[in-house]
């Protein structure tokens, strides 16, 4: 098993049980074709690398080229692994050894398959950069249009003219882009885009940055995405699944398109809820029924303002149903309503 953490000028690698210490070799194509060769020998089964916003890529590349299995692991999991054995401090030696001890453990498990890289040919590393190049276009086009915002007339030619410029760079990417897939993956592109929201923007970064469609189950697909919901289970306490992880440019390309898709749908109407979710509808449901409760107490003499400080706490379901179960002591009608919309679902 071989550790290999990645800086920009150069990479450090470990092999574990070998009498080698930590060696270091440039960050350059040269480099990695010495260290294939030199790791060829030994038999390895596992290659772990650290990634390092896009430094690993061309090393990855080479290594598997070479014929070796190699896996790309989040930095959070390599650190969070080292703080486990009790190694806390970090250097680029440190790490090296570390990740050759992650892969020992990684090697060891059944869906090993799951963590291994898939090499990418010329076409997807193609697409990889023109979704990651629109996604730039699109970041600066939002800074700009809120410089222009409080710009003064002095400089807002300026900022307009930028405006104008990445406009017709997205425009240039964009067709690009569309032209690439069409050429190279037209047939996982339909698939795609017979589903409702997703276009040909959606279709491009999900072929892009979501590779494994196809080599996983529907379950495995969906907490690498990180759409998921994890168990939070202790003993006798069940707790809320949350979903968390995974990877947030495709979070927010499926929920874009999920949006569009549910807007676009006619006779419909589809609640779209938020992370806090199930508290925010809730708390709006509450200050909907608060009205109907605050018309119908003015008519029979109620308290208006213990019912308006109720209504504009911040409170749950649960809180919010008790509240009003003492306020109003069900002599209003209103509060049966009340009651039961904000009774907790089973």
Same mark, same amino acid.
């Given at each position: 098993? %071989?550790?290999? !953490?990645?800086?920009?000028a150069h990479v450090d690698f470990s092999v574990l049980g070998a009498e080698l210490d930590a060696q270091r070799f440039d960050n350059e194509a040269e480099a990695h074709s010495a260290l294939a060769a030199a790791l060829k020998p030994m038999d390895v089964a596992l290659v772990v690398i650290e990634a390092t916003g896009g430094y690993e890529t061309a090393l990855a590349c080479a290594l598997q080229a070479a014929g070796l299995p190699v896996a790309v692991v989040n930095p959070r999991q390599a650190r969070d692994f080292a703080k486990s054995m009790g190694r806390? +401090?970090?250097?680029?030696?440190?790490?090296?050894?570390?990740? $050759?001890?992650? +892969?020992? %453990?990684? %090697?060891?498990? !059944? !869906?090993? $398959?799951?963590?291994?890289?898939?090499? +990418? !040919? =010329?076409?997807? =590393?193609?697409?990889?950069?023109?979704v990651t190049r629109r996604r730039q276009l699109v970041t600066m086009m939002l800074s700009e249009r809120q410089r222009l915002q409080l710009a003064i007339n002095l400089v807002r030619p300026s900022i307009e003219a930028m405006i104008e410029a990445i406009r017709q760079q997205l425009d240039d990417v964009e067709v690009e882009m569309v032209g690439h897939v069409q050429a190279h993956h037209a047939e996982l592109d339909k698939l795609l885009r017979s $589903?409702?929201?997703?276009? /040909?923007?959606?279709?491009?970064a999900l072929i892009a940055e979501l590779p494994?469609?196809?080599?996983l189950n529907c379950r495995k697909i969906a907490a690498l995405v990180g759409v998921a919901p994890m168990a939070n289970d202790s003993g006798n306490t069940k707790g809320r699944r949350r979903v968390q992880g995974g990877r947030f440019e495709i979070r927010r390309v499926l929920y874009k398109g999920h949006a569009h898709g549910c807007t676009a749908q006619s006779g419909h109407q589809v609640l779209l809820r938020p992370a806090a979710g199930r508290k925010q509808v809730a708390q709006s449901r509450l200050g909907r029924l608060h009205a109907q409760a605050a018309d119908h107490?003015?008519?029979?003499?109620?308290?208006?303002?213990?019912?308006?400080?109720?209504?504009?706490?911040?409170?749950?379901?649960?809180?919010?149903?008790?509240?009003f179960h003492r306020q109003l002591k069900w002599r209003? /009608?209103? $509060?049966?309503?009340?009651?039961?919309s904000l009774k907790p679902r089973a």
């Open positions: 098993m %071989v550790g290999i !953490d990645v800086a920009k806390l +401090a970090k250097t680029d030696r440190i790490d090296a050894c570390m990740l $050759a001890e992650f +892969a020992g %453990v990684l %090697v060891r498990r !059944d !869906d090993l $398959a799951s963590f291994i890289r898939t090499l +990418a !040919d =010329q076409e997807q =590393q193609a697409l990889v950069g023109m $589903a409702s929201g997703i276009g /040909p923007v959606a279709s491009a494994e469609l196809g080599r107490a003015q008519c029979h003499g109620q308290n208006q303002q213990t019912l308006g400080q109720i209504a504009s706490r911040r409170l749950t379901r649960k809180t919010a149903t008790k509240s209003c /009608p209103v $509060a049966s309503s009340i009651a039961k």
